[in-house]
């Protein structure tokens, strides 16, 4: 983008890119994005703050509407995955690293998804679905003899890691503690505490780099010595003479470690805050647990959006809720006001679990890159 063309544009007075405002509550943010999705529902706003690379680029785009993050989603060819889906300028190799095929677009990323799907069998699925259900079992029995502590330790960063390590075959206490400390140095390279005196972008680095190596060297070992787990599947999967490589497995361990660690912590977390906050939504879901449960995960999932914001990347110059998006520019996707968007959800900053609409939920996103 140019200089004149970058100064044409007038930031939005409602600014979303300090670390200020990330560190308000959901309901603090909230207020913010209402406005944004009434009156300017795609905004121009400065790069955000708190990057480890800051982008070269002059602002980012910022939908809030359910409508216009439906519509992004569902246009992966106008707006790509491919040069970065975080509010990072990330090199090509720590982007495939460390996002698998969440950095891809069209005919790769079908491939990937293709291959890894390919190893979700019914059977593995089954098998997955019993140590999850045994795993939860242990985690509450254990919960009510200690009867306090520290939730968050106690249960919701149990049980992900515990059901990774577990459905991948990864056996080694050791490797699952330290693939557990790297997972949340990838997304805490920032935090003092998580840093102790390294350099953010080490403490980034550090972290990956054993991800990715720990996930090869599985890899290699099941292509050895076979068992009855998912990472034997990725390993012995094939899809039109196609197989996975040991670098693709263990950018796929980056993947399940981080975002499948950190996105059900914080639902787990989340999810029980809000029925603390909402005894009467607890007392209904215990009344008729068997009958609700179902409709109740989709409104956890809907009120904590767990994946609070993706970007994408504009392949040309097009329009977009009546602004001029020039090619280059960056979009960004708020999962977490589209979940709030009141054209949609009746009543949102409702916490209900027999909501009805819930099923409309963008948490995970919709289109190519479900």
Request: with cysteine; charged share 30%; glycine share 6%.
């Amino acid at each position: 983008m140019t200089t004149v063309e970058a100064s044409a544009r007038t930031y939005d007075p409602l600014s979303i890119s300090t670390l200020e405002f990330w560190s308000k509550t959901a309901e603090e943010r909230e207020e913010t994005f209402k406005i944004l999705r009434n009156e300017r529902p795609l905004s121009w706003h400065p790069p955000l703050e708190g990057a480890l690379m800051p982008p070269e680029n002059d602002g980012v785009w910022v939908a809030t509407t359910h409508e216009l993050v439906r519509e992004i989603s569902m246009n992966p060819g106008t707006f790509c995955s491919s040069e970065g889906f975080q509010f990072e300028a990330v090199p090509d190799d720590i982007l495939y690293a460390a996002g698998s095929f969440l950095g891809m677009d069209g005919a790769e990323h079908a491939r990937m998804r293709k291959l890894i799907s390919a190893a979700f069998t019914p059977k593995r699925v089954a098998k997955i679905a019993g140590q999850v259900h045994d795993q939860a079992v242990k985690i509450v029995d254990e919960l009510l003899e200690t009867k306090e502590g520290d939730f968050v330790s106690q249960v919701s960063k149990r049980l992900p890691m515990w059901t990774i390590y577990d459905m991948i075959g990864l056996d080694d206490q050791d490797l699952r503690d330290e693939s557990a400390r790297n997972a949340d140095g990838m997304v805490s390279w920032n935090d003092e505490k998580v840093a102790a005196g390294r350099e953010p972008g080490e403490v980034l680095n550090d972290a990956l780099v054993s991800l990715l190596m720990t996930g090869m060297d599985l890899a290699a070992e099941k292509r050895k010595s076979p068992g009855d787990d998912l990472w034997t599947n990725l390993t012995e999967v094939e899809v039109d003479g196609v197989k996975l490589t040991d670098e693709e497995i263990g950018s796929f361990f980056v993947l399940l470690s981080v975002a499948g660690n950190d996105t059900t912590k914080n639902t787990i977390s989340f999810t029980t805050r809000a029925l603390q906050q909402f005894p009467d939504q607890k007392k209904l879901l215990l009344e008729d647990f068997d009958g609700r449960i179902v409709t109740a995960m989709e409104e956890f999932v809907r009120w904590v959006s767990p994946v609070m914001t993706f970007r994408r990347t504009a392949t040309c110059d097009t329009v977009l809720a009546g602004q001029e998006i020039k090619e280059g520019d960056w979009v960004a996707m708020i999962y977490s006001s589209a979940n709030r968007d009141e054209t949609v959800f009746d009543d949102p900053m409702t916490f209900d679990v027999r909501r009805p609409d819930a099923d409309k939920l963008l948490s995970f996103g919709v289109g190519a890159h479900f």
